[in-house]
Every structure is written in C-alpha cells, then in structure tokens.
C-alpha cells in the first residue's frame, strides 16, 4: 500500500534544537522495509499537503500524534483527509493517551495504542480486507453503530527487528540545529522507555516502564550516515534514560570511538544513573553535553513526583560533569501541585548553586495520561476537554511565557518572574569556559536557530516569528527587573551565593 505520514505542526515554537519527525520516520521506514511505499509530510517544514497528496496517491493517512499542541493542525489534516474518502491513522503519545476521544471524532478511523509498528503493519491489512479489527492487538476504533473498541494491549517487539532510519524520507539538511557543542546537530534515539514512573510523565503508560535499547550496530550505521551523507558533526540521543545498563553504555561508548569521526554527542539521563568513572569514559567518546530533569529543589517535591535522590547527590553530578568537560543542563518544572513559596524557594537555591551549563524552567502543565495528570481531574483541579474539538479550542500553546493554569500555592506573577529571572541570568551571565566543548554563546545560538526555523517554515512565518520573539524577549527583560520585592522575596540576588558571573 501507499501510506503517507504526517507530523503535524504544533504552532509557532522558540527553542534550542529542531524536532525531526522521529516516530513518523521509524514507522516509515519499518513499512518500507515491509514492502509498502511510503511518503512523509513534515508540517513543520512542509506546506503543501494536497500537492503531496495529488502526487503520491496514497492509500491510507498515518497521523503521529506527540503532544496536546498537535491537536488542531492534526485535527484539521484529518477532516480533510476524510473528505477524500482516505483511511485516518493516529499513533503516538498524545493518541495513545486519549483514544476513545479520538476514536469518537469522525475523523479518525483507527487508533495505534504505544508502539506502532507491528500494529500499523496490521492496520493496513484491516483496511486491505484482509482481516478484522478486534484481531489486531494495541488499537481503538469506533464501530458503524458508534461504539467504542479497544484491543488487548500488545506486547512489546524486539527492537533488533526494526530496520535502521532511512533518512532519505526526510529533509535531514531542514532539521539541523546549532547547539553549544555542534555546529550541526541531529536529533536520534538510541533506546525506548524508562524504568520509572515519575507522576508527571506517562511513561507508565506508553512504555509500561520499561526500557529496551536498539542494537548498537543499529546506531551506528545512523550515525555514520548522518555523519558521512549529510554532514552532521553532533547528535542529541533524546533517551529517556541514557546509559542505565553498564555494559550497554560501555558498548556504546566503545562504538562511537570505533566509528573514528569527529562528532560529538550529547544526550539526557537522570542523577544517580552515571558515576564518574562513567562521565569520564563518555567524554573519552565523544560526549559533552548531558540533560538532567531535576524538576524541583525541594526533596518533598521531588518524593511527591517519585524522584528518589538528595540535593548533595545532585551537586556531586553536576560538579563532576564540569570537572570531566561535560555542559550540563538542569530542567525544572515551576509551579507543581501543591507547591509553596517556601518549596520554590528551595528550587532558586539549588539553581543558584549548581550553576548550571544550561537551564530550562517550564511551568508545569499536566499531560494527558500521567498520574498528576488523572489526580487533578479526580479532584476537580483541572477542567478536562472530552472531545478532540473541545481540545481543539483549549490547546496549549508552547511559548515559553505561556502560563496555562497554575495549580501551586505559588502566584502567578511569583511564577512568571522567577522563570524570566533565571532565563535572563542564563542568556546574559558570563560564560564559562570548558575545554573541549564548542562553547557558542547560547543568544547567538537560539537566535541562530530561530532564523533556520522561520528560512524552513516559509517567509509567511517571517513576521509573526519576529513579533513572538520579541513577546519573548520583552517579557523576559520585563518580569527579570520589574520586581524587585518578588526577586527578594525567593532570594534571586548574586551576591548572596558569592556569585560572580552575573550582575544584580
């Protein structure tokens, strides 16, 4: 069959690294290899869909479905594609977790529940007629009548089964980014899942908690590809958990030596997971750049979200991946549940202490299919859309200065201003130097970015991207300096921690 894919566009988006469309190009791929043809349409880089259609003919429509902010360009590809008597498919995170929701809409005939693969392959021969829908495992449909389905779920495949990437299905030179230790990075995955079931996450959900790692030869055929074909001396491995097994991170390394390139290669892992005789064997390889969700500085808060390590043992990691020449970045989350003033202010305080490489505060915002997610609608807290129109409508954006709904104890202005504080302090502050690393200034870097991504989304995007940059910027600058009392109030002066790197 001709199956085309989509990855939806999910709105007008400032950050660090472009998002290839991954899921869609491993299912891609794992078909073709099948003995299907294939064709993916990147909405983020991509504009015409009915002049790929009117080209490729396709037979049926895979949608992959990431994230709460897809909603309404997927929903309205969807309702098109209907139009023209194609068959719909959803797969992803963002379907798997509300497929009843989508199986009810009309506009979407089947619904692929966690990995995809298998349960695509079979999909095609339900709409092939070649055999019906309760026998296929992992899916969600609604029938004639309107009433809803859904299969036992699948077990999970052996990755050793699935092909490499085939990146010629996608426009590689499109979805490089710059990053503070490459000039041209590519975003891959060198395993699935987690092992933990942290409250916010829906790991638990999709992945059952369960971590399964591609075969090394798999990883780097695609890194010397991406490195030979298309010129890319950096990749950012978006694990979930990078280098829980010792012996597979010790293969790993071992590997990226042997492929003798000059690349460098960063990626995302948890405290606790990498000692430092490990740190030091990844930098031997190539890494230096490592992400760590701390999310909070208060141990209760942290316990609250099942995260099981002590402040000490975060600054231990975060002073030997300095000491070794890895960045690291610290991702927080702003306003959880519940959270206090006195909690928050535990968070500055760690922040200030670390000293980061790289920070990233969000706010908190619940994601469908978590366990914060379902105890704040139990309780009421959170006014759940139960249709994809009404999601449609409520669909949250992805700006940076975008609060959505506060669930702390914490005000809102309290909130904004410690996010646009730590931000500027970020952006602005000295920089550090760390040898080995290509340390590019991170303003010139975003800045970089944003200007590929406008050159890649058309000059339509031109003007509404300098007015959201600005919004940004503006709001950033505003909140850091306007507010001094509040600035007091969690403690966000330099001269307090002996800290010299910035200016109060």
Known sequence: MRVLFVHPKSGFYVGLLS??????????????????????????????????????????????????????????????LKTLELPVLWGGNMASAIPEEAARSGCVDYVGISEGEYTLLE???????????????GIAYADENGEYHRTPDRPFADLADFPPLDYSLIPVERLLS?????????????SKGCPFSCTFCTNHEFHRCQRRAYPGEIIFQQVKTLAEDHGVDGIYFVDELFGADK?????????????????????????????????????????????????SGSAEMRRALHKYYDASKIEETFRNCREVG???????????????????????????????????????????????????????????????????????????????????????????????????????????KITGVK???????????LLSYLRNTGLRNLARGIWESAKLFCAVAWYAHAYPSIRKKYDLYAKNFGRTDWDD
Not at 40 to 69: C, G, N, W, Y
Not at 375 to 395: C, I, N, Q, Y
Request: net charge positive.
């Open 19 to 80: 998002q290839p469309p991954l899921g869609s190009l491993a299912l891609a791929s794992f078909l073709q290899s099948r003995g299907h043809t294939v064709r993916i349409f990147d909405h983020q880089v991509e504009r015409d869909l009915m002049k790929v259609i009117t080209e490729f003919k396709p037979e049926a429509a895979a949608i992959t479905l990431l994230a709460a902010s897809m909603v309404p360009d997927a929903m309205r590809i969807s309702r098109m």
């Open 123 to 137: 999909l095609l021969e339900i709409i092939q007629g070649k055999r019906a829908p309760e026998t296929v495992p």
């Open 178 to 190: 710059k990053y503070p230790f490459a000039n041209r990075i590519f975003v891959m995955t060198a």
């Open 247 to 295: 012996q597979e991170l010790k293969a790993f390394c071992r590997g990226m030596q042997n492929l003798g390139l000059e690349l460098t290669w960063g990626t995302e892992t948890a405290i606790g997971t990498l000692s430092r005789s490990d740190l030091e064997m990844m930098h031997a390889a190539g890494c230096r750049m490592l992400s760590f969700g701390l999310e």
């Open 326 to 432: 890895i960045l690291s970045m610290a991702l927080f989350i702003l306003g959880l549940p519940d959270e206090t003033p006195e909690q928050m202010r535990e968070t500055v305080r760690l922040y200030l202490r670390l000293h980061p490489d790289a920070v990233s505060p969000s706010f908190f915002t619940p994601i469908h299919g978590s366990q914060l997610y379902r105890e704040l609608e139990g309780s009421g807290s959170l006014d759940t859309p139960k249709t994809l129109e009404a999601m449609e409508r409520k669909s949250i954006g992805m700006e940076l200065q975008h609060l959505t709904q506060n669930f702390s104890r914490i005000p809102n202005k309290d909130l904004q201003v410690i996010q646009k504080f730590i931000l500027w302090q970020f952006v602005f502050r000295k920089k550090q």
């Open 439 to 449: 340390r590019s200034p991170i303003l010139a870097v975003a800045v970089h970015n």
